[in-house]
C-alpha cells in the first residue's frame, strides 16, 4: 500500500474515488464528475491525498488550505478507507500523511467535521490529537 497525492484526473481514479465516496455519504448518492476532480487536482490550495493497493485507489482524504488574514487554516474532507481494507491501520497512516502536508504548507490549525454515526473515525482523529469543539455547524443550500 502507498499514500500519495494524486496528481492525474483520469476514469479509473474518479471511479474509485465515486465507490470510496459513495461508502461515505450513503445519504448522498450525487456522484463527482470527471472535470470536479480536475479542477481539484489543478490547484494548489487542494490536495487529495490517496491510499493506494496497486494502482487502484482504496482510500482518500482532501485537504483544503484557506489563506485568511493574518493566517493559514485547513479543512479535512472526505477521508474514508474502503470497507474491505479497514482495520489495517491505513486511516491513520492517511491523516498522518495530510497533516504532515498541511505542516509542510505552513498552515497553523487543521479542522475537521464528522458525522456522530462515524464512531470509530472519532476515536481515530483524538487519537492522532485532534480535540473535539464545541461548536454549531450552519448550513443553507443554495
Known sequence: ?????????TPAAL???NSLLGQLRKDDPTESQLEDLQTVLASDMHDLLVVKDGEKIIGMGTLYTMQKLG??????ED??????YRGQGLGEK?????IATARAKGIQNLYLTSRP??????????K???KKKDTQVFKLEL
Do not use: N, P, W
Open 128 to 130: 492522532i490529537g485532534f
Open 117 to 126: 454515526i462515524r464512531v470509530a473515525a472519532h476515536a481515530l482523529y483524538q
Open 71 to 76: 493566517k493559514r487554516s485547513g479543512h479535512v
Open 94 to 98: 492517511l491523516m498522518q500523511e495530510i
Open 1 to 9: 500500500m502507498t499514500i500519495e497525492k494524486l496528481i492525474e484526473a
Open 79 to 84: 477521508v474514508v478507507v474502503d470497507g474491505a
Open 15 to 17: 471511479t474509485d474515488i
